[in-house]
C-alpha cells in the first residue's frame, strides 16, 4: 500500500472520470490508492489529494476490522486537551492574533474554548463545518472575525473549498485561519501505514502540507505555514494505544511499557501526534495571476540582450509576468545593456554596486518580488524559454506549490555539450553523485534539485530566511522548501551547456564542496518560523 505518490516521480497521471471535482485543483480524474478496512481510497490524478471514493458499506463492521478505531479507546485527557488549546492559541499568537472575536468551528466542546476565554478572546459563534455551509447558517456578519480555529473537521466536510471560503468571508482583512487535523506527513502514518487509527469512515479526505496549502491558496488565504501538533501523552496513554493497534511490534512496545513502574507510566512525554496545525491569512487575489522572473546577471554581455527581447516577447498564458533584472556591476558592457531596459513597463532593474554572487543576486530579486509565481531565469541561454508554460501549468491548475525543470533523464530532451565527452561525463558523474547525497539527505527522490529552472507559488518562501552568496544559494533554496513540505515535481526541459569558454561561471573545484556542506547543514537547521509583521 503506499500513502504517497512523490511529485518528484511523475507528470501526470491517467485516471477515470470522477464524479465530482478535487476541492484542491477542481480536476475530476481520480486514481485507485488502495482499500483498508472496507474502505475505498482514490487519488486525485491532478494534486495527489487522497479521498474516500465510497461509502462503507453497511455491512462492514469498522470498528471489528480496525481494532484501533474502537470508541473505548482512552486517546486522550483533560490535561492532554488543555495543553493542546494552550498550543493552539500560542500558534495563533505567533501569527500576530492575541485575543479578538474568533469563530470556532468543531463538532463537540473543546478546552480552548475556556483559553480563549482567558487570553481575552470571545467565541463569536461555534460551529460544526457542514452546518457552515447550509444557506441558512448566517449568525456572523461578513468581516466580524478576527480569526477562525476549524479543529478536526476540514477532513470530514463534504464540501472543503466552498467551506474555507465562507470562513473567509467571515474574517476581517487580515484575518487568520487555523486548521487542526490529521495528515499523511505525520511520522505515525509512516511507521504504521495500514495500522495507522486515523483511517476513519468519517474522514472524506487525507490532506498532505502540499495539498492544503494548494487548498487554502484557491480559498483566498496567503502566507500558509504549518507545523507539527506535539503532544504531551503519558507513557500509559501511548501503552494503551500500543495495544490496541494490531501487529506485533505494538504488542511488544505495549508488553515493555507493562514493565515500567506506575509512576514512570504516568509521566508525561511531548510526542509527534497524527495531526499538523494550519495557519493562514485572508487576502486579496488578483484579477489575474502575476508570474515574478528574477534575471541575475553578471558578464553576459555575450547573450543577455537575446535573453531579454526573447523573454519581454515571451507570452505567458492568463498571466502577467514581471522581469526582475539583478546587475552585478559587470565589467563587460552587461551593465549598459541592462541599462537599456530599465524603463520597459514590465522590467524592474536593481543595480548592484558589486558582484557578491549569483546567490546574492537572486535574493535581492526575491525581495523586489510581487508575483503569485517566482521563476529564476539565467542570463545565458542554456535553457529554453519556450518550457515556461509547462513549467508554469503545474502551479496554475494547483497541482504542486514547486516545480523543478529537470534537464536529464528523457529521451528526447537531452543535455547537449560543445566541449568532447570529457567535460560531459565529468559532470555527469559528479551530477548522479551529488544528487544521490542529497536525496539520501532529504529522503527525496529528485532527478535534478540542480536545475535553474526553480518555480514555485511566492507564498513557499514565508516564514523562510536565506543566507548564500554564491552557487549554494541554489541548495539552500530547495533544503528549505523541502524542510517546509514541499516535494517538487519535476518536468524535463531543454537544456544546451556552454562550455567554460563561452562563460560558464561554476568552479568544478570549489563549488561541489559548497553544495554538499550547505546541504548537510540545512537538513538540521531549524526553520525560523512566520512573522507577525503582515
Do not use: W
Given at each position: 500500500m503506499s500513502l504517497r505518490v512523490s511529485p518528484a516521480s511523475r507528470l501526470r497521471q491517467r485516471g477515470r472520470p470522477g464524479t465530482s471535482p478535487c476541492p484542491v485543483c477542481g480536476e475530476t480524474r481520480r486514481t485507485y490508492g488502495f482499500s483498508i478496512h472496507g474502505m475505498s481510497l482514490q487519488r486525485c490524478a491532478n494534486c495527489n489529494l487522497l479521498m474516500l471514493s465510497q461509502p462503507l458499506p453497511e455491512s462492514a463492521d469498522w470498528e471489528t476490522a480496525n481494532p484501533a478505531g474502537k470508541s473505548g479507546l482512552p486517546w486522550t485527557d483533560e490535561i492532554t486537551e488543555r495543553d493542546a488549546a494552550r498550543g493552539y492559541l500560542a500558534a495563533l499568537r505567533s501569527r500576530g492574533v492575541a485575543g479578538g472575536r474568533m469563530l470556532f468551528v468543531t463538532a463537540g466542546d473543546h478546552p480552548v474554548r475556556g483559553a480563549i476565554a482567558e487570553s481575552g478572546g470571545t467565541i463569536g459563534s461555534q460551529v460544526a463545518i457542514d452546518d457552515l455551509l447550509d444557506p441558512g447558517w448566517q449568525r456572523l456578519q461578513p468581516g466580524?472575525?478576527?480569526?477562525?480555529?476549524?479543529?478536526?473537521?476540514?477532513?470530514?466536510?463534504?464540501?472543503?473549498?466552498?467551506?474555507?471560503t465562507r470562513i473567509r468571508g467571515l474574517l476581517r482583512p487580515d484575518g487568520v485561519v487555523m486548521l487542526v487535523m490529521p495528515t499523511l506527513d505525520a511520522p505515525p502514518v509512516r511507521w504504521l501505514g495500514p495500522k495507522w487509527t486515523g483511517w476513519r469512515p468519517e474522514n472524506r479526505y487525507y490532506f498532505d502540507r502540499m495539498t492544503i496549502q494548494s487548498l487554502l491558496e484557491r480559498a483566498g488565504f496567503a502566507q500558509v505555514w504549518t507545523e507539527p501538533d506535539r503532544r504531551l501523552y503519558t507513557l500509559q496513554h501511548v501503552r494503551a494505544r500500543a495495544a490496541n493497534t494490531p501487529g506485533a511490534a505494538a504488542r511488544l512496545s505495549s508488553a515493555g511499557l507493562g514493565w515500567l513502574p506506575a509512576p514512570v507510566r504516568r509521566r508525561r512525554v511531548r510526542l509527534a501526534s497524527s495531526s499538523l496545525i494550519v495557519t493562514a491569512v485572508?487576502?486579496?487575489?488578483?484579477?489575474?495571476?502575476?508570474?515574478?522572473?528574477?534575471?541575475?546577471?553578471?558578464?553576459?554581455?555575450?547573450?543577455?540582450?537575446?535573453?531579454?527581447?526573447?523573454?519581454?516577447?515571451?507570452?505567458?498564458?492568463?498571466?502577467?509576468?514581471?522581469?526582475?533584472?539583478?546587475?552585478?556591476?559587470?565589467?563587460?558592457?552587461?551593465?549598459?545593456?541592462?541599462?537599456?531596459?530599465?524603463?520597459?513597463?514590465?522590467?524592474?532593474?536593481?543595480?548592484?554596486?558589486?558582484?557578491?554572487?549569483?546567490?546574492?543576486?537572486?535574493?535581492?530579486?526575491i525581495e523586489e518580488a510581487r508575483g503569485d509565481f517566482v521563476m529564476i531565469q539565467d542570463a545565458d541561454l542554456e535553457y529554453d524559454l519556450n518550457d515556461y508554460d509547462e513549467l508554469l501549468e503545474p502551479l496554475v491548475s494547483h497541482a504542486v506549490p514547486f516545480v523543478l525543470g529537470r534537464r536529464h533523464g528523457n529521451a528526447l530532451k537531452m543535455r547537449q555539450f560543445k566541449d568532447g565527452t570529457v567535460l560531459p561525463t565529468m559532470l555527469n558523474v559528479g551530477h548522479i553523485v551529488l544528487t544521490t547525497l542529497f536525496n539520501a539527505l532529504y529522503q527525496e527522490r529528485m532527478q535534478d534539485p540542480f536545475t535553474m529552472y526553480k518555480v514555485f507559488r511566492r507564498d513557499c518562501l514565508y516564514g523562510l530566511e536565506f543566507e548564500c552568496n554564491r552557487f549554494d544559494f541554489d541548495v539552500e533554496l530547495v533544503s528549505k522548501l523541502l524542510r517546509k513540505g514541499y516535494s517538487p515535481l519535476e518536468v524535463p526541459v531543454n537544456y544546451r551547456a556552454r562550455s567554460f569558454e563561452e562563460g560558464k561561471k561554476v568552479s568544478m573545484l570549489r563549488d561541489p564542496w559548497t553544495w554538499v556542506r550547505a546541504a548537510i547543514k540545512y537538513r538540521r537547521q531549524p526553520l525560523p518560523g512566520p512573522r507577525t509583521d503582515r
Open positions: 466580524s472575525c478576527d480569526a477562525a480555529l476549524v479543529l478536526f473537521q476540514i477532513e470530514q466536510c463534504a464540501e472543503p473549498l466552498e467551506a474555507l485572508r487576502r486579496e487575489p488578483r484579477e489575474r495571476p502575476l508570474c515574478s522572473i528574477i534575471v541575475p546577471a553578471f558578464n553576459e554581455a555575450a547573450t543577455f540582450a537575446d535573453l531579454m527581447d526573447a523573454l519581454l516577447a515571451k507570452q505567458l498564458l492568463d498571466m502577467d509576468k514581471e522581469v526582475i533584472i539583478v546587475e552585478s556591476n559587470s565589467t563587460d558592457g552587461t551593465r549598459d545593456l541592462a541599462l537599456r531596459y530599465r524603463d520597459h513597463p514590465e522590467v524592474t532593474l536593481v543595480l548592484e554596486d558589486k558582484p557578491r554572487g549569483k546567490g546574492h543576486a537572486v535574493r535581492r530579486g
